[in-house]
């Protein structure tokens, strides 16, 4: 490998990792998410519910009126943070396909490269499809998220810290963390319930890609 491509790697590398201390660092990242990082997100919620009320659309964009360049700009936005998240999440089921079919070496060589656009690709056309078919895509998302994201992000992570801490938390931190877990999973499941709801009403309305 050349001697530069070699130092951007480690250059790369090294601003990828997080600097020490390790845990302390990711703590104060993770008390920042879970602090200032949910306000947007819930001031997007509340705000936009007091703003339109129970009969807005799902994709709150579609009920906001305003300038059209604002609106071309939100929608680009979204649309630009949808592909991002989606590979992002999409990372495992790529490494999984690396994996099993044996890609390895250079990234670029052409049976890579190859093998990368075309299956990712059509992993990607294959999630688009779905989403322009069922156009009440927004509510099989509610359902996933009750039965994955609120489990993985608030139950099990509070479960987990159980088990590691338990001889070294106080009364009132295990009081915390199970009122979490408590808590949280009784939100999992009212969000699966009014979930399957939404898909149960929904699809007697709309038809295949209908133009919403």
Not at 44 to 60: C, D, E, K, N, P
Not at 107 to 118: A, C, K, M, Q, T
């Amino acid at each position: 490998m050349p001697p530069k491509l070699t130092r951007l790697l480690v250059s790369n590398l090294h601003q990828a990792t997080i600097k020490q201390p390790v845990v302390r660092n990711m703590m104060k990242s993770l008390y920042f998410q879970f602090s200032a990082g949910v306000l947007p997100m819930y001031a997007v919620t509340f705000i936009g519910y007091w703003a339109y009320g129970s009969s807005t659309s799902t994709y709150l964009l579609s009920s906001v009126n305003g300038p059209v360049w604002v609106k071309a700009l939100a929608n680009i936005s979204a649309f630009l943070q949808t592909v991002i998240a989606l590979h992002i999440f999409a990372s495992p089921m790529y490494e999984y396909l690396d994996t099993k079919y044996g890609i390895r070496g250079s990234p670029f060589s052409i049976r890579n490269l190859s093998f990368r656009v075309g299956v990712r690709g059509g992993y990607l056309t294959i999630n688009t499809l779905v989403a322009a078919l069922l156009p009440f895509l927004g509510d099989f998302m509610s359902l996933t998220g009750a039965i994955s994201t609120f489990p993985l992000t608030f139950i099990l992570a509070n479960h987990m810290y159980l088990k590691a801490k338990k001889n070294k938390l106080t009364s009132l931190q295990k009081l915390w963390h199970w009122f979490n877990v408590c808590f949280f999973s009784l939100v999992s499941i009212a969000a699966a319930v009014s979930a399957l709801r939404l898909i149960a009403v929904d699809s007697k309305t709309y038809h295949v890609f209908a133009d919403l």
